[in-house]
């Protein structure tokens, strides 16, 4: 579990989009939308050799561009065959999470108009903070290939090891905000998934996971992040038709952790054991302390008690 921190000069903006830039110094380097457009064309033709002349004519740079960029995805563990005088062939389709092979898979989707994306970053919720703020509309996804300052709950750092989980923050801007423009502007949802880690550092070890951990194999993060941004954006639309009533009840019905969960909470000022109880409307878990009292948990940690 890890997160991020920001970088120097603002490189170009994934595809051309972005708001207006105020200043060019004080935000992260954007993935070059040229090297999307080289990882996009060698998955388009996979196995197939192409010269680096060809490439190069194509995304508009010099073969020794070409050459240095595909060093870089390289070492992001693209497995990349060749060099400049033979041409490049691509081994697999690569499980990056490039903004041109994810728009395609999120046609129609508000998740595939912007998208930002980081071969480095100290933490996506950093940037799209900054973005929320300079009038970044809604919608915006921002992804990072590895982090190097990010954050889970109350601040913990999150272990981001590169190319291995999806590390990704969301900005929405619902309308129900708009009734009071004074207090809140917008919201940035900040999603962390241990997905292909082989390992967790030692202190994590007896607390944290991945799924090729649990599961023996690895997984694709493309394809499971694009299943993710449809489940968010249909649950999104839910909750903005219906409010959150279906929604907690989905989370009651696949949660073990809704009711009858003996668990220990941690807050600011006191830890207690107790059974869980169900949710309040609001979302809210409720939780039957060993000490006969009803206690509504609106921020803290929760774990599984003996």
């Known amino acids: 579990m890890s ?8 490189a170009d903006r994934t595809h051309g989009h972005g708001p207006a830039q105020h200043s060019r110094h004080d935000r992260p380097a954007q993935t070059d939308r040229r090297i999307d457009t080289l990882l996009a064309l060698l998955a388009d033709n996979a196995m197939i ?8 004519r194509e995304i508009g740079v010099t073969r020794s561009t070409v050459w240095r960029w595909t060093e ?18 691509i081994e697999r389709v690569p499980d990056v999470l490039a903004p041109n092979m994810l728009r395609r898979r999120l046609y129609n989707s508000v ?8 071969f480095k970053v100290d933490s996506t919720n950093t940037v799209a903070l900054r973005l929320g703020h300079e ?12 982090q190097t300052a990010g954050r889970g709950r109350v601040g913990r750092s999150w272990h981001s090891e590169k190319t291995s989980g999806i590390y990704l923050t969301v900005l929405l801007r619902p309308p129900i905000m708009h009734a009071e ?7 940035i949802v900040g999603i962390g998934l241990n997905i292909n880690h082989t390992h967790m550092p030692e202190e994590l070890e007896p607390i944290a996971t991945s799924l090729r951990m649990a599961t023996g194999r690895v997984h694709s993060r493309l394809e ?14 839910l909750f903005l038709a219906e409010s959150a009533a279906p929604i907690l009840a989905r989370f009651a019905e696949v949660s073990s952790y809704a009711r009858g969960k003996r668990v220990r909470i941690s807050t600011a000022t006191e830890t207690y054991v107790g059974t869980t109880a169900g949710l309040e409307p609001n979302g809210l878990l409720r939780v ?4 006969g009292r009803t206690q509504v948990v609106i921020s803290g940690d929760v774990a599984e008690a003996p």
Do not use: C, M
């Open 3 to 10: 997160n991020r921190r920001l970088a120097s000069k603002l």
């Open 49 to 56: 050799v192409i010269s680096g002349a060809k490439i190069a």
């Open 72 to 89: 870089k995805l390289r070492s992001l563990g693209v497995k990349v065959k060749g060099h400049p005088r033979t041409g490049y062939q």
């Open 111 to 118: 998740f595939s108009k912007r998208i930002y994306h980081f």
């Open 135 to 146: 009038g970044e509309p809604h919608g915006a996804v921002i992804l990072a290939e590895e």
């Open 181 to 187: 423009p004074d207090r809140i502007n917008f919201v």
């Open 224 to 237: 499971l992040l694009v299943k993710l941004l449809r489940s968010l954006e249909r649950y999104y639309n």
């Open 288 to 291: 039957e302390r060993d000490d």
